[in-house]
């Protein structure tokens, strides 16, 4: 079964500074998707970036981009010119390419992110 | 917004209790699942359901009972529940599960406390 880790419960940030939140996870797949998504306080998740494994050119999405070393299994997210509406929490997620049970999300714990004025 | 809303935002009941979480979903999609979401813990998977058929359930105990009457709403019947059930429940869709890749919309969930 695949996992999901961050290793950093809480970061913070000042305005407009970068900030990187890490992701690693565990599989023996050599194809899956992998998810950045957000969840600010008492509103939706929402989806922030999406990664292809067998594509090697790192995802972006205006401030936001990856870093996808799929040697060493990490997804890192970095946010550029950080703002205060980027408060949230971000989970890192896993999904297979495989069929059936294996193709659900897997979520990690997730890292709350404070965006200092 | 992302187009799928839940209702009761928050929900307290007593373990006696039997209660139901409804999710709508106004994109079309055929796919809906249930999450759960519990302090400092991933989100756990609970029910899929996938052109109003239900395909997985993660060992969910019986207390909680999805039903799926059509490809636009979802529910989560609840009775007999625990404290440590209290959490915040999720509802999302995705278009349909044959594309590996595809966004999931989430609700912006229930907030249970059972007493």
């Known amino acids: 079964a695949q996992t999901v880790t961050q290793s950093q419960p809480e970061m913070s940030v000042q305005e407009a500074e970068t900030v990187t939140l890490s992701c690693t996870y565990d599989t023996s797949e050599s194809d899956y998707y992998l998810f950045w998504y957000k969840q600010p306080p008492s509103r939706q998740m929402i989806l922030v970036i999406r990664q292809e494994a067998y594509k090697q050119q790192n995802a972006t999405e205006n401030r936001f981009s990856v870093n996808f070393q799929k040697a060493a299994k990490s997804f890192s997210l970095k946010i550029s010119d950080s703002q205060l509406g980027d408060a949230a929490m971000y989970f890192c997620a896993y999904r297979s390419i495989s069929s059936g049970s294996a193709r659900q999300l897997t979520f990690g714990s997730g890292t709350q992110l404070t965006v200092l004025p | 917004e992302t187009g799928v809303t839940q209702t009761p935002r928050h929900l307290v009941m007593g373990m006696t209790n039997k209660k139901s979480l409804k999710c709508e979903q106004h994109?079309?999609?055929?796919?809906m699942y249930w999450y759960k979401q519990s302090a400092k813990k991933p989100l756990e998977l609970m029910f899929v359901y996938n052109f109003k058929e239900q395909t997985e359930n993660n060992s969910v105990p019986s207390r909680f009972s999805p039903e799926c009457p059509n490809s636009s709403h979802l529910f989560l019947h609840l009775h007999t529940l625990q404290p440590e059930d209290s959490a915040l429940y999720l509802c999302?869709?995705?278009?349909?599960?044959?594309?590996?890749?595809?966004?999931?919309?989430f609700g912006p969930g229930t907030r249970l406390l059972v007493l």
């Open positions: 999302a869709s995705s278009p349909s599960r044959g594309a590996s890749g595809e966004t999931q919309y």
């Open positions: 994109l079309g999609h055929n796919a």
